[in-house]
């Protein structure tokens, strides 16, 4: 689901840098939040909700909520473009929610901001995807509950490829070649986002990489990354990638309004592609990269998340195990009504109609084979140290290999604080 603010990013990999900043100071929290008793069992629950675009989100939210019996729930539905540094500022104070939804994050469950969810999603872990469990895990327990899968793919003009002749492209130097035959006068070959944030991680994995490995050690910096930049320095000098566009990726109008041919963006926006080009769409994964590379498609989501440093956990964690556990009807309405999403529950998943054939079902057979999930222990120090990695030498020109190194000096010490 995009973002109301058409300035936020809201897709990327990003994590407000002032908020995970917070995070790290989050055991002076105290347990207090200064509210008391409300309706139901005489508890009241707070929830924090970013701003979601699509129509009917933020009335879905408080539906579910009102039709919960054993407590009174009220959602901070925060808009604006810091919705992160909104959440973690409140974290530090006697307003904190009981509540919220976010990203796994390492630094969470090591500074004990998140409740501990084994025990509710233990009866049902066989259901999810196991990956959503996976990425959720520190040390044997599960913190958070997964609310939607997110995959991201490449959107294209079926047509356009057709009068040009292209196929879609398998390769990342096939897309590069793709987006100059697709260039014209009044449209460019590819969008990939304004500051191409969101195909860093997408390009370590199709060029057979990673972020970190199962040691938790850097698994990024290889021959066929540094290879990858470079052709990515090449597209982006191409003239032939859409750049400074009114809305970022998460948004489907650059290719919608026939600003592009080809434009990565998430499954949420599917049913806006297809109400505005009907047949005339197709997608495919990110392409490989070298020739040991493999196509990839990047899952992202919002999860939720209990306040461990609240006053109500139990409440809260009943309300979690209620909705996003027990209530099946409401998490495929939440993953299927605005937007398209995957369930994280198998079970779900598989029945849903709307997932069953076409577009749809190529977006879920897409992520079912080239899937790859955030990793708990990458964090936003690591995100940033990617991000001056792509500005260095794709926007830059710099050398790859000396940006890598630069990188991997960033990463290293973080792993050095989080893992010794």
């Given at each position: ?401 000396a940006a890598l190194d630069r990188c991997d000096k960033t990463v290293n010490a973080e792993l050095k604080k989080l893992f010794g």
């Amino acid at each position: 689901m995009s973002a109301h603010s058409s300035t936020w990013d809201r897709r990327s990999i990003l994590r407000a840098a002032a908020g995970l900043a917070a995070a790290g100071a989050l055991g002076a929290c105290g347990s207090n939040n200064g509210r008391g008793g409300g309706s139901g069992s005489g508890k009241r629950l707070v929830q924090y909700f970013h701003a979601y675009g699509e129509p009917g989100t933020e009335q879905a939210i408080k539906r579910y909520a009102k039709a919960y019996a054993k407590a009174d729930v009220t959602t901070q539905w925060i808009t604006g473009s810091n919705f992160e540094s909104k959440l973690f500022a409140s974290l530090l104070t006697d307003q904190a929610p009981d509540l919220f939804e976010f990203h796994p994050q390492i630094q969470l469950v090591r500074s004990g901001q998140v409740a501990d969810l084994t025990d509710l999603v233990a009866p049902v872990e066989d259901d999810f995807n196991r990956a959503d469990i996976q990425s959720h895990t520190v040390d044997g327990k599960v913190y958070g509950v997964r609310m939607i899968d997110d995959p991201q793919f490449f959107f294209y003009r079926k047509s356009l490829l057709e009068k040009a002749g292209v196929e879609p492209p398998r390769t990342l130097d096939e897309l590069v070649e793709a987006a100059a035959r697709l260039t014209t006068s009044e449209v460019k070959g590819l969008f990939l986002g304004n500051d191409l944030h969101a195909v860093i991680n997408p390009l370590f994995w199709s060029a057979g990489a990673d972020t970190l490995d199962e040691k938790n050690q850097i698994a990024y910096h290889t021959d066929a990354v540094v290879a990858g930049l470079r052709t990515m320095r090449k597209l982006f000098t191409s003239g032939h990638l859409l750049l400074d566009a009114p809305a970022d990726f998460w948004d489907p109008s650059a290719l919608n309004q026939g600003l592009c041919a080809i434009q990565f963006c998430g499954m949420w926006a599917m049913p806006q592609f297809q109400q505005t080009l009907g047949d005339d769409l197709g997608i495919m994964p990110f392409p490989k990269v070298g020739d040991a590379g493999r196509p990839s498609v990047y899952n992202g989501g919002w999860s939720m998340f209990v306040n461990a440093k609240g006053r109500n956990v139990d409440a809260a964690k009943e309300y979690v195990k209620w909705l996003w556990l027990d209530q099946k009807k409401y998490q495929e309405d939440w993953a299927t009504s605005y937007g398209f999403h995957i369930p994280p529950r198998t079970s779900i998943a598989k029945s849903t109609g709307k997932l069953k054939s076409g577009l749809p079902a190529e977006g879920v057979r897409l992520f079912d084979e080239y899937g790859h999930f955030d990793n708990i222990g990458w964090t936003q120090a690591m995100i940033t140290a990617t991000e001056d990695l792509f500005a260095d030498c794709v926007r830059k020109g710099g050398d790859p290999e000396a940006a890598l190194d630069r990188c991997d000096k960033t990463v290293n010490a973080e792993l050095k604080k989080l893992f010794g």
